[in-house]
């Protein structure tokens, strides 16, 4: 399954803040949501849009690459690669609430993230330009939200090449390392689409919904894994090149990852999931 450009600029995107453990304290992103009361300890912090089709703020300004991460290199700038798993879901309303989400199919993404320490909402960190962030051009169906299915052997790994040298940026993790993941993920997105309040970071979720008319399909990444002791402190350089892999652990290996990314080859030519290879250029902006 593929989505090509013209599609994907007209579905919205989302992202979920803080669905695996320790992510946001090695993003040093933790502080920023210190007010965000949520009903478990362990859960998401909140959503936020990466794009909204036609908005007239920064959020309109279409962010997705297949192929590379613009970024204004001229003044110092902090850009962390985030290795995350996004799902395209079927939206049902029921007069201005959400009443259910269907998962329809899943790829690789890079929430890639501009380090503003003064920003008021984390939407500013993540839609910075265009080709800012990332996303595979494959997409696979998911046969089943729910343990059984084929999204229980789903990973997600991360590199980046350097100099000739290519070093691992992300853990290697099973989507079902998720936090919330499956129905109690699904459960968690419905309510919070329908009740998120404008507060601190985050913002009004019914807002972008309604400005949108009530869209009918939305993309969600789902939050990005832990970084490695390079990953953690290794923000983009002009000239790197960074893959993230969404992967069948099945049927292949965390080394054969390592070894396709070594081997310099196209995304398109990856077999076993999705991978996004992007090269980090410089854009004036």
Sequence with gaps: MQINTEELKLIPV????????????????AA???????????????????YIPQSESFVGTFPLSHTQIDADFTGTVNLHMEPEMCVLFNVVYAAEQVTSIEPIAFSAFNDCSIRKPNAKKISEKKN????????????????????????????????????????QYGVDSP?????????????????????????????????????????????????????????????????????????????????DIEAFFVANKSADLFMGGAALIQSVQHVKR
């Design 32 to 50: 920023d949501f210190i007010n965000v009361i949520t009903e478990e300890k362990n859960a998401p912090k909140g959503i936020f849009p990466i």
């Design 175 to 255: 989507v079902i390392g998720y936090q919330y993941f499956y129905s109690k993920l699904v459960n968690w997105i419905i309510k919070t689409l329908n009740t998120q309040a404008d507060f601190g970071p985050l913002e009004n979720l019914q807002d972008f919904l309604q400005q949108l008319k009530q869209p009918k399909k939305i993309i969600i990444s789902l939050g990005a894994t832990r970084y490695t002791a390079f990953g953690e402190t290794g923000f983009l350089k002009l000239g790197d090149q960074v893959g993230v892999f969404v992967y069948d652990s099945k049927q292949i290996t965390e080394n």
């Design 14 to 29: 989302f992202g979920i803040a803080g669905n695996f453990a320790e992510h946001l304290n090695q993003a040093g992103e």
């Design 128 to 167: 910075w330009g265009s080709s800012c962030t990332g996303i595979a051009k494959q997409w696979f169906d998911i046969d089943q939200f729910q343990k059984g299915g084929v999204l229980d052997n789903i990973h997600i790994n991360s590199y980046l090449r350097r100099d000739n040298k290519v070093i």
